[in-house]
């Protein structure tokens, strides 16, 4: 095909599958089904925004976006964390904005997730019809395997959005090959998928896999602009690499998670959800099929890249990701294809079913996927915590009493405490790891020292706190805090390790407040 009009006509005839339907019946249920999503997604995001306080990991988002941190956020992002720094620069905006504050903070995960839904409901629309895409955007809405991902200030929430509208916007590009407006919608998609977290480039493999397939026999203009937008995605990975590099050297120092059984990696979502939906909407079918019922069918050639997008990477996470890979196997780093998975358990359920079969079948797929779960829909799976409640007063209560330029040093339980004995002389490293005291809640100016998990192993960096200490005793603040948690043996042993050290470096103990989770201790230099 070479001329534009052969190629739209190529367009307009793959799109039979798309399911037009006169139905007023069925658009009526669709429209119905959308509208719950949206409004149901609205109330399930009401704990994200009165959580309270910040989680662990949400320090390290405000750590790279905070203007008070060291170095920039470009650094911050690229030198130090595991992130890349656009969701945290665009949440900046909004702490901007609204001030900085903790529903400030979350909100735009908030607005990414509820952005998802209409995402999800374009790419269902577009390759199943007009009640599967409705019932895509409510799987997406509930699914039980992003739901507590999307809540927590971190990039998840930014590439649900983006990956949901990336597959969309790959099935209406194959549909107008030559259409420079999806073409530079999907390089967006693209870029910004992986500028949101590194793994997220495998999503964009799936999708270009498919582009590539699609239009292959299009025309010269159509794989101009595939060329173009590779050529623009693979230049904005190239800063990418050094981190990448970064990462996994320092990976060797986190290989520490057990491996996770099959089935928890693969989720009740399949093996349980989709059998109950599976026989649910057959019975259904046949208890409430009338004559002149209408089959909702699925039989396009761009409906198996659901099976690519959705599918086929839990299955070779689940078998891959043990040993050494155990950590890549957390459902959060899937994020990205949870939505193609909405779609194609939409297809499943729906596939030679009437509507009120299909919609059944989906609701008590997700009955029974969250009925396996820990907690309900509403509740949520990392934020609101009683530790992020204590270390919350203990940050509040160094902002009321503690004197500008008394060090905190910290044991947060965070596993860069891990990198400390081999980079103990990297002030910046140091500052991250005491991240949980950080700027958020405590305005006045600080230093934060990070403390190790273990101090047996490395006389050098024994050594470089004492001599800190010694420094700060001859010429510095007559006072410091030491806030750990408490709640490892891990945490234990570095607090007791370091109280040695402050002991033999002439520091006194004259105050301590203690919660269940975290102790704040404020140390007085003793007068020699």
Excluded at 5 to 13: D, H, Q
Excluded at 332 to 361: C, D, E, K, T
Aim: hydrophobic share 45%.
């Amino acid at each position: 095909m070479t001329s534009e009009t052969e190629s739209v006509r190529a367009g307009l005839a793959r799109t039979y599958y798309r399911g037009e339907v006169n139905d007023t019946g069925e658009r009526r249920t669709a429209l119905g089904i959308l509208l719950f999503a949206i409004i149901s997604g609205c109330v399930l995001m009401i704990p994200t925004l009165t959580a309270g306080p910040l989680v662990l990991d949400e320090y390290g988002t405000f750590w790279i976006m905070g203007h008070d941190n060291p170095l920039t956020m470009w650094q911050r992002s690229l030198d130090y964390e595991n992130i890349p720094p656009l969701s945290p620069a665009l949440r900046s905006v909004s702490c901007y904005l609204l001030g900085q504050n903790e529903v400030a903070f979350r909100l735009p995960s908030v607005l990414w997730y509820l952005a998802s839904i209409p995402a999800a409901w374009w790419l269902g629309r577009q390759l199943l019809g007009v009640v599967p895409g409705s019932l895509c955007a409510l799987i997406t809405a509930w699914h039980p395997l992003a739901i507590g991902e999307v809540r927590i200030a971190r990039c998840y929430s930014l590439s649900y959005f983006l990956a949901g509208l990336m597959f969309a916007v790959t099935v209406a590009w194959t549909l107008r090959p030559e259409c420079k407006r999806f073409a530079l919608l999907w390089v967006t998609c693209a870029v910004g998928l992986v500028w949101s977290h590194y793994l997220n480039a495998g999503v964009v493999i799936l999708s270009l896999a498919i582009l590539i397939w699609e239009l292959r026999v299009e025309s010269w203009t159509s794989r101009g602009l595939l060329l173009a937008v590779s050529a623009i995605f693979t230049a904005s990975l190239v800063p990418l690499w050094r981190p990448l590099l970064r990462m996994s050297i320092w990976g060797e120092s986190f290989s520490y998670q057990d491996d996770s059984p099959i089935l928890e990696i693969i989720s009740s979502f399949w093996w349980a959800g989709l059998p109950a939906g599976l026989l649910t909407g057959w019975l259904f079918n046949k208890l409430l099929r009338r004559s002149k019922d209408r089959q909702l069918r699925h039989s396009s050639p761009m409906f198996r890249s659901l099976f690519l997008w959705g599918l086929m990477p839990t299955v070779v996470v689940a078998f891959l990701c043990h040993g050494d890979l155990a950590s890549l196997a957390n459902p959060r780093y899937r994020i990205g294809v949870q939505i193609a998975s909405a779609g194609l358990m939409a297809a499943l359920l729906s596939h030679r079913r009437n509507v009120r079969s299909s919609v059944i079948a989906v609701v008590v797929m997700l009955a029974v996927s969250w009925g396996t779960q820990d907690r309900l829909p509403w509740e949520t799976k990392r934020l609101g915590t009683v530790q992020a409640a204590q270390w919350k007063r203990c940050a509040n209560y160094i902002q009321e009493h503690g004197v500008a330029l008394e060090p905190i040093y910290v044991q947060s339980g965070l596993g860069e405490s891990f990198l400390i004995p081999q980079m103990f002389d990297d002030d910046v490293l140091l500052d991250y790891a005491g991240c949980r005291m950080g700027r958020f809640y405590i305005q006045t100016p600080h230093p934060r020292i990070g403390l190790p998990f273990l101090w047996d192993k490395e006389p050098e960096m024994v050594a470089s706190y004492a001599a800190r200490l010694k420094e700060q005793k001859e010429h510095g603040p007559k006072h410091l805090w030491v806030a750990s948690a408490v709640d490892t043996d891990l945490n234990q042993i570095s607090l007791e390790g370091f109280q040695k050290i402050l002991a033999a470096s002439g520091f006194e103990l004259v105050e301590t407040i203690q919660e269940p989770t975290v102790v704040l201790l404020k140390y007085a230099a003793v007068e020699d």
